[in-house]
């Protein structure tokens, strides 16, 4: 067809339509978009300051992995604050932490003596972040087993969620060097935990975790009776019951290479029994809200080695306090 013909006429038409079109079609993306920023409150909550988040670490004979350990915690999130929390190691870990905080403005050592065990070091712990005003709380392994890297993933879910569980057992995380022995333990340990107490989480008994101050702060901590691993299922549960919003966040979970395991066999029996009583209490309040947030996908968990020695339970010991908050 020749240019003047109806032919090419009709297709100018359709293109200048079509351009209308798409027009009006980006106007009314951008009026959609201008609606839901105006709409938004004013006060929206921000990414948590990490100067406003402190780690606790409890420690026992782990002066091999200190270094290391503060090296990469302070690389991957260099503003978040790291307590150590010392039961008087006889291999001088806290005698190390005192010359690393000269480097490390954000570290701070907690040193306890007298007979304790790892439940009372937790409490120390929490304590001291709960005192100085951190508006997260969390608690990580001595022994490298908890990458500090997660905590970047981490962090952000405690603007939804009052409690961050750093979890093996969804999608995306997973252990390194275990045995099949062990993950088949581990994974019926959580299992028959998570179904006697009710609590919809999959990584029972992580150690790596992380708190909102508001929910730490309705819950008596002196109450908390275990004392070695099961510290951190008792918890949990109790968050639980008191209405603590509950997220997973996957991790890799890599096992101790220096140092010796914690974890005796005793403690899995103690804490069987633990669980037991914890569920036939009567004295722990019946949640008002629940909810799970996260990726999840089956139930498992094991507690790592948190690199404190579980020793007989005994009231608070005396503590002393090396380094302030910045």
């Known amino acids: 067809m020749g240019p003047g013909t109806p032919g090419r006429a009709a297709r100018q038409k359709f293109r200048i339509a079509s351009k209308l079109a798409d027009d009006s079609t980006r106007a009314g993306v951008l009026r959609c978009k201008l609606m839901v920023i105006e709409s938004q409150p004013?006060?929206?909550?921000?990414?948590?300051?990490?100067?406003?988040?402190?780690?606790?670490?409890?420690?026992?004979?782990?002066?091999?992995?200190?270094?290391?350990?503060?090296?990469?915690?302070?690389?991957?999130?260099?503003?978040?604050?790291?307590?150590?929390?010392?039961?008087?190691?006889?291999?001088?870990?806290?005698?190390?932490?005192?010359?690393?905080?000269?480097?490390?403005?954000?570290?701070?050592?907690?040193?306890?003596?007298?007979?304790?065990?790892?439940?009372?070091?937790?409490?120390?712990?929490?304590?001291?972040?709960?005192?100085?005003?951190?508006?997260?709380?969390?608690?990580?392994?001595?022994?490298?087993?908890?990458?500090?890297?997660?905590?970047?993933?981490?962090?952000?879910?405690?603007?939804?969620?009052?409690?961050?569980?750093?979890?093996?057992?969804?999608?995306?995380?997973?252990?390194?060097?275990?045995r099949i022995r062990r993950i088949v333990l581990s994974w019926l340990a959580n299992r028959f935990a998570a179904w006697l107490l009710r609590i919809p989480a999959h990584d029972m008994t992580s150690g790596?975790?992380?708190?909102?101050?508001?929910?730490?702060?309705?819950?008596?901590?002196?109450?908390?009776?275990?004392?070695?691993?099961?510290?951190?299922?008792?918890?949990?549960?109790?968050?639980?019951?008191?209405?603590?919003?509950?997220a997973e966040s996957p991790i890799i979970f890599y096992d101790r290479t220096l140092g010796e395991s914690k974890l005796a066999p005793r403690e899995i029996y103690v804490g069987a029994f633990r669980l037991i009583r914890l569920r036939l209490s009567r004295g722990v309040r019946k949640p008002q809200r629940t909810a799970v947030a996260g990726r999840s996908t089956g139930l498992a968990g094991d507690q790592g080695e948190l690199g404190a020695q579980e020793r007989q339970e005994t009231p608070l010991p005396a503590e002393h306090e090396v380094g302030q908050r910045s």
């Open 42 to 178: 004013s006060g929206t909550s921000s990414a948590p300051k990490e100067s406003d988040a402190l780690l606790v670490v409890p420690t026992y004979n782990e002066r091999a992995n200190l270094q290391d350990l503060v090296t990469r915690f302070f690389a991957a999130v260099p503003r978040c604050h790291l307590l150590i929390v010392d039961d008087e190691s006889p291999d001088g870990t806290a005698d190390l932490c005192s010359e690393l905080q000269r480097d490390h403005p954000g570290l701070h050592l907690l040193r306890r003596s007298g007979v304790r065990g790892l439940g009372r070091a937790y409490t120390a712990g929490l304590r001291y972040g709960l005192e100085r005003q951190y508006e997260v709380i969390g608690t990580m392994d001595a022994d490298l087993s908890h990458n500090p890297e997660h905590l970047k993933a981490m962090l952000p879910l405690t603007l939804t969620s009052d409690v961050v569980v750093g979890s093996r057992y969804i999608r995306d995380g997973g252990t390194i060097n275990w």
């Open 208 to 246: 790596y975790r992380l708190y909102r101050r508001e929910a730490l702060e309705q819950i008596p901590l002196e109450e908390i009776t275990s004392n070695g691993y099961s510290f951190l299922v008792e918890l949990l549960y109790r968050l639980h019951r008191q209405g603590s919003t509950v």
